[in-house]
Antibody, heavy 119, light 108 residues
């Protein structure tokens, strides 16, 4: 059973860079799935940030594209998110998730990690 | 950019009743790429329905999805107290994903 777990700082200063890592356990990161980041501001719906394939191909939400970078480290079986020039609007619970192309759905999610942007 | 509008915002029903949740897309989408999730407090969203009408593994058959084009529906028959949650629709279009704003289902 694949499990995902996010890690990273819970507090980031405005104008700084938010960096998170998702560890994938119990399965292969080269399984044919895409690996995504999704965030959810308090009391709001989820927002897709972007995704990466094990080969390195990426897709990003157009509204965040200029500030987002997602990378994968197959040797460590993890993928990472960098979001630059953050503001209070980037405060949210950040989830990593597995996207299954055949179902066109997220079938596995991490527990989520709360990131607050504040000085 | 596709916008998904869910209605109602909040639904309050009693155990045993039927819940009907709606999701409308701002333009026609493929039902193959339409999904419903359930989110309980403090948890990540969980996959309920994919391909507009296929239940995910382990999802009870009281949950059903339907629809096509711009209008999609999630129906929960014979509500149970454990169905209290926020339900989100989501669509995938050309390497981009969009979620609705959610419908909160309360069980009286």
């Amino acid at each position: 059973q694949v499990q995902l777990k996010e890690s990273g700082p819970g507090l980031v200063k405005p104008s700084g860079t938010l960096s998170l890592t998702c560890d994938v356990s119990g399965g292969s990161i080269s399984s044919g799935a895409w690996w995504s980041w999704v965030r959810q501001p308090p009391g709001k719906g989820p927002e897709w940030i972007g995704e990466i394939y094990h080969g390195g191909d990426t897709n990003y939400n157009p509204s965040l594209k200029s500030r987002v970078s997602i990378s994968v480290d197959k040797s460590k079986i993890q993928f990472s998110l960098n979001l630059s020039s953050v503001t209070a609007a980037d405060t949210a619970v950040y989830y990593c998730a597995r996207w299954r192309p055949r179902e066109a759905a997220f079938d596995m999610w991490g527990q989520g990690t709360m990131v607050t942007v504040s000085s | 950019e596709i916008v998904l509008t869910q209605s109602p915002g909040t639904l309050s029903l009693s155990p045993g009743e039927r819940a009907t949740l709606s999701c409308r897309a701002s333009q026609s989408v493929s039902s193959s790429y339409f999904t419903w999730y359930q989110q309980k407090p403090g948890q990540a969203p969980g996959l309920l329905i994919y391909g507009a009408s296929s239940r995910a593994t382990g999802v009870p058959d009281r949950f059903s999805g339907s629809g096509s084009g711009t209008d999609f529906t999630l129906t929960i028959s014979g509500l149970e107290t454990e169905d209290a949650a926020v339900y989100y629709c989501q669509v995938y279009v050309t390497s981009a994903l969009t979620f609705g704003q959610g419908t909160r289902l309360e069980i009286k």
